[in-house]
């Protein structure tokens, strides 16, 4: 059967490209221009969501979803000066985020990445086999194309937590849940320096250190797939 995909998004242009290219690759798709119609909508595999709302804004959306236990996988559509909603989308729960203006296709992409993370085998071993890199949680090892990686512990976490969804940008704030629990006071710039040194050693080992990628304003993600060579990073 078909995945279905929830679009909510109250500019019908907008909604309507955006179902357009999802039904011609083959999803199911309904829309809802209210978080009223949202909330009361069918069962989706995947919700596509804008923030600004007629009738409330998507955060509210989110956080009541994933109160209520709900994981459907969400993908924020953000504008392109609202770095600061990105973060909080991230945070109260969205999966990933597509920035505005964008093309239908680039949505179509992001959802089937999402998708592919979200379907079976979510944090199994075959999701770190996306990419060069990997960790060894029981014997704490981390290679690069099969080379060994000398981590420091705080490296070694940092890496294996973003590992745990190749593709999905983890902001500042929930590596730093991962790495160092909660109510840790580390500042971003101790994270963008442990980034730096893990760039370096897998520089060292002959790697891509643009495999660890940073999302400008946002925090940082492991590349799901390869990059084009002479891409930067
Ligand atoms: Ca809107």
């Known amino acids: 059967m078909a995945q279905k995909i929830l679009v909510v998004e109250d500019e019908p ?55 209520a236990g709900k994981l459907t996988p969400i993908i924020v559509l953000s504008s392109r000066d609202g770095e600061a909603d990105r973060v909080a989308a991230l945070e109260t729960g969205a999966d990933d985020y597509v920035m505005k203006p964008f093309s239908p296709r680039e949505v179509v992409a992001r959802v089937r990445a999402v998708l592919r993370r979200a379907g079976p085998g979510r944090s199994s071993p075959a999701a770190s086999d996306l990419s060069p890199l990997s960790v060894d949680e029981s014997t704490r090892r981390a290679q690069v194309d099969g080379r060994a990686l000398e981590l420091t512990r705080v490296e070694f976490d940092l890496l294996s937590s973003l590992l745990e969804s190749p593709g999905r940008v983890y902001t500042r ?9 909660d109510g840790f006071a580390i500042t971003d710039r101790t994270i963008d320096s442990h ?33 084009p060579s002479g891409e930067k990073p």
């Open 13 to 67: 242009a907008i909604a309507e490209s955006v179902a357009y290219a999802l039904r011609r690759d083959g999803f199911t798709v309904e829309t809802a221009g209210t978080c009223a119609a949202a909330t009361t909508a069918g069962e989706a595999d995947l919700i596509v969501l804008d923030l600004m709302l007629p009738d409330g804004s998507g955060f509210d959306l989110i956080g009541a979803w994933r109160r």
């Open 173 to 181: 704030a929930q590596i730093i849940d991962k790495v160092w629990g």
């Open 195 to 227: 980034v730096k040194s893990l760039r370096k050693k897998v520089a060292d080992s002959g790697g891509d250190p643009g495999l660890i990628e940073t999302v400008r304003g946002v925090g940082y993600r492991v590349a799901d797939q390869p990059r």
